[in-house]
């Protein structure tokens, strides 16, 4: 047999398509313009490598470099705007070498980036009710997501190049029959990047996009190859469950109930045991602002049945964390301290931008805003040290998310009697919310509005309060 062909660097090649060419001629920057521009950021840095060309730059992108020396890596994600080796499909298969920068860069080992690209240990067979391969949760299937985190091609991209795959999906729009790997994988990546955009983007800015990529999705799955469809059918359901989130940010619950049995039925149809938990879990955060906290803890417990690999650790930490809030808000000490441990146990195991489209939302800093929420629940003594430690690593761009951590930490520090700091961060969450349209974080500013009705004798918390009443409650 002859030496297995490498698999394309799909998301080193989409990067370079989504920079336009410095000549100004509209198209996407070149092979050669990028080596360019790589060898110029070294230089400037006494790197000892020589100069890069088109070649080298090829090689890369056909999948037969694939970890290029630190100072090469390094000016990829400075050109390319990549904060990770992982957004530029750069890993290490091999065990990693102590590299790094003459004096004149900084110090890297490269282990961090070794550390996230090594693949999942073996996977164990999922012990629920789906069919007997858990396909989501495979060694392979997983291998398969890791690359999924490129956002879509910008339109000068696609006209520039026929054979780029949004191209293709186009093509096979019109004649789905004819959908191939590269167009799924693009249906895949389009649908990670609506999840990534959720993160920071006003539910009605993505609502229109979302329905259309919908639109397209459901019109492949009537007529695509039969090989696509169990893939076609997760994508879908995956599409549906943002979907259902979004509409319940856009405060509609009806819409948002019918479009999560949709997702579950998708879940269903392709045996995709975390989409169903996934659906599972946005629909506990709806129970639970509608004050069904038990009715969201039995949602959570179920969800938990479907992602018990390690494959799905991500998952499986948001869903114990889900469980210890609500836990705490019905007074389940106990239950709630179980839970939180097991989401701190089971995220060392996490890798959130390489499982599944819903959980890069899932930083260490969101867990640990799910700590605050469940020991200010609880009044436990660890609250003060963990706020603290939150609110150092605040995320500054996930603006959904940073609304939520926010609310959590102001509740606490009011909890604790830290009023002007809490009146401070209560401030800035509904600033946030409002911003960004977020339900989540409207639900934790009413709770803080409930919280501080008796304390409005102080002026910073009165102040507060005026702005939730006009904007919120």
Same mark, same amino acid.
């Given at each position: 047999?002859?030496?297995?062909?490498?698999?394309?660097?799909?998301?080193?090649?989409?990067?370079?398509?989504?920079?336009?060419?410095?000549?100004?001629?509209?198209?996407?920057?070149?092979?050669?313009?990028?080596?360019?521009?790589?060898?110029?950021?070294?230089?400037?840095?006494?790197?000892?490598?020589?100069?890069?060309?088109?070649?080298?730059?090829?090689?890369?992108?056909?999948?037969?470099?694939?970890?290029?020396?630190?100072?090469?890596?390094?000016?990829?994600?400075?050109?390319?705007?990549?904060?990770?080796?992982?957004?530029?499909?750069?890993?290490?298969?091999?065990?990693?070498?102590?590299?790094?920068?003459?004096?004149?860069?900084?110090?890297?080992?490269?282990?961090?980036?070794?550390?996230?690209?090594?693949?999942?240990?073996?996977?164990?067979?999922? =012990?629920?009710?789906?069919?007997?391969?858990?396909?989501?949760?495979?060694?392979?299937?997983?291998?398969?997501?890791?690359?999924?985190?490129?956002?879509?091609?910008?339109?000068?991209?696609?006209?520039?190049?026929?054979?780029?795959?949004?191209?293709?999906?186009?093509?096979?729009?019109?004649?789905?029959?004819?959908?191939?790997?590269?167009?799924?994988?693009?249906?895949?990546?389009?649908?990670?990047?609506?999840?990534?955009?959720? =993160?920071?983007?006003?539910?009605?800015?993505?609502?229109?996009?979302?329905?259309?990529?919908?639109?397209?999705?459901?019109?492949?799955?009537?007529?695509?190859?039969?090989?696509?469809?169990?893939?076609?059918?997760?994508?879908?359901?995956?599409?549906?469950?943002?979907?259902?989130?979004?509409?319940?940010?856009?405060?509609?619950?009806?819409?948002?109930?019918?479009?999560?049995?949709?997702?579950?039925?998708?879940?269903?149809?392709?045996?995709?045991?975390?989409?169903?938990?996934?659906?599972?879990?946005?629909?506990?955060?709806?129970?639970?602002?509608?004050?069904?906290?038990?009715?969201?803890?039995?949602?959570?417990?179920?969800?938990?049945?479907?992602?018990?690999?390690?494959?799905?650790?991500?998952?499986?930490?948001?869903?114990?964390?889900?469980?210890?809030?609500?836990?705490?808000?019905?007074?389940?000490?106990?239950?709630?301290?179980?839970?939180?441990?097991?989401?701190?146990?089971?995220?060392?195991?996490?890798?959130?931008?390489?499982?599944?489209?819903?959980?890069?939302?899932?930083?260490?800093?969101?867990?640990?805003?799910?700590?605050?929420?469940?020991?200010?629940?609880?009044?436990?003594?660890?609250?003060?040290?963990?706020?603290?430690?939150?609110?150092?690593?605040?995320?500054?761009?996930?603006?959904?998310?940073?609304?939520?951590?926010?609310?959590?930490?102001?509740?606490?520090?009011?909890?604790?009697?830290?009023?002007?700091?809490?009146?401070?961060?209560?401030?800035?969450?509904?600033?946030?919310?409002?911003?960004?349209?977020?339900?989540?974080?409207?639900?934790?500013?009413? =709770?803080?509005?409930?919280?501080?009705?008796?304390?409005?004798?102080?002026?910073?918390?009165?102040?507060?309060?005026?702005?939730?009443?006009?904007?919120?409650?």
């Amino acid at each position: 047999m002859g030496e297995r062909k490498p698999p394309p660097n799909l998301l080193l090649r989409a990067a370079r398509g989504r920079l336009l060419s410095p000549s100004g001629s509209g198209y996407p920057m070149s092979r050669q313009e990028l080596a360019d521009a790589i060898n110029e950021y070294l230089a400037d840095r006494s790197a000892p490598d020589g100069p890069i060309d088109r070649q080298q730059i090829s090689r890369m992108e056909r999948g037969h470099t694939r970890w290029p020396r630190a100072p090469r890596r390094e000016a990829f994600r400075a050109v390319l705007g990549a904060k990770t080796d992982a957004e530029l499909g750069f890993y290490n298969i091999r065990r990693p070498s102590e590299e790094a920068w003459p004096a004149a860069g900084p110090a890297t080992t490269g282990r961090e980036d070794v550390r996230a690209h090594a693949g999942p240990p073996a996977s164990r067979t999922d =012990e629920h009710q789906w069919p007997a391969a858990d396909v989501p949760d495979t060694v392979d299937e997983v291998r398969r997501r890791a690359i999924i985190s490129l956002p879509a091609l910008p339109f000068a991209a696609i006209a520039a190049s026929p054979t780029e795959p949004w191209s293709r999906v186009a093509h096979a729009v019109r004649n789905p029959q004819l959908l191939d790997e590269l167009g799924m994988e693009q249906l895949e990546w389009r649908t990670v990047d609506f999840f990534r955009r959720e =993160e920071h983007t006003p539910a009605r800015q993505l609502a229109l996009d979302l329905a259309a990529h919908l639109d397209t999705l459901e019109h492949l799955l009537r007529a695509a190859p039969s090989t696509f469809e169990r893939r076609l059918l997760r994508t879908v359901g995956e599409a549906l469950a943002l979907a259902g989130w979004i509409a319940w940010d856009s405060k509609k619950p009806d819409e948002a109930r019918n479009l999560y049995r949709r997702a579950t039925a998708a879940a269903k149809d392709s045996g995709d045991g975390p989409l169903h938990a996934c659906t599972l879990a946005y629909r506990s955060y709806m129970e639970e602002a509608a004050g069904s906290r038990p009715v969201a803890r039995q949602l959570l417990i179920e969800a938990q049945a479907y992602v018990r690999s390690e494959n799905s650790a991500t998952t499986r930490s948001w869903l114990a964390g889900r469980e210890a809030e609500v836990d705490a808000a019905l007074g389940d000490d106990r239950q709630a301290l179980r839970a939180l441990d097991r989401a701190v146990t089971v995220y060392d195991y996490a890798r959130p931008n390489q499982e599944r489209p819903w959980t890069s939302f899932f930083t260490p800093s969101r867990l640990g805003s799910m700590a605050v929420t469940t020991y200010a629940r609880l009044d436990h003594p660890d609250l003060d040290g963990t706020t603290d430690s939150v609110v150092e690593s605040l995320p500054a761009t996930d603006a959904k998310i940073g609304a939520v951590i926010l609310a959590d930490v102001a509740t606490a520090a009011i909890q604790r009697g830290r009023y002007d700091r809490g009146a401070e961060l209560g401030h800035q969450a509904l600033d946030k919310t409002l911003a960004q349209e977020a339900s989540l974080g409207r639900q934790r500013l009413r =709770e803080l509005h409930h919280l501080i009705q008796d304390k409005r004798h102080v002026p910073a918390l009165a102040d507060l309060d005026n702005r939730l009443a006009a904007h919120i409650v």
